[in-house]
């Protein structure tokens, strides 16, 4: 599967944006997507999963109560609308999808991945 990440941008502490994450090539409600997000020198780290019905959800420590994950398997998108969003949230942020239905949140346990997307808050 083929995936294509958007919505990325500058936004000042507190502020908001919504990725977006385009699939295409295989059956979209197949996957488990997720989200993670790296910068410089670090590991890529776990942000948010959702499952192939959407049913369930997980989220970061980092991110819960700000973060949401939704997916619309009409579109073949999935989605994360960031709220609250602070400094440390800055980062390149990549979608990627899991063929396994097991809320997975290890970066090497996700088939597919997505180019990424610059989300840069600034204070």
């Known amino acids: 599967v083929q995936l294509q990440a958007s919505g990325g941008g500058l936004v000042q502490a507190g502020g908001s944006l919504r990725l977006s994450c385009a699939a295409s090539g295989r059956t979209f409600s197949d996957y488990t997507m997720g989200w993670f997000r790296q910068t410089p020198g670090k590991e890529r780290e776990f942000v948010s999963s959702i499952s192939w019905s959407g049913g369930m959800t997980s989220y970061a420590d980092s991110v819960k109560g700000r973060f949401t994950i939704s997916r619309d398997d009409a579109k073949n998108t999935v989605y994360l609308q960031m709220n609250s969003l602070k400094d440390e949230d800055t980062a390149v942020y990549y979608c990627?999808?899991?063929?396994?239905?097991?809320?997975?949140?290890?970066?090497?346990?996700?088939?597919?991945w997505g180019q990424g997307t610059q989300v840069t808050v600034s204070s």
């Open positions: 990627a999808a899991d063929s396994a239905d097991l809320g997975r949140s290890r970066a090497y346990e996700y088939d597919y």
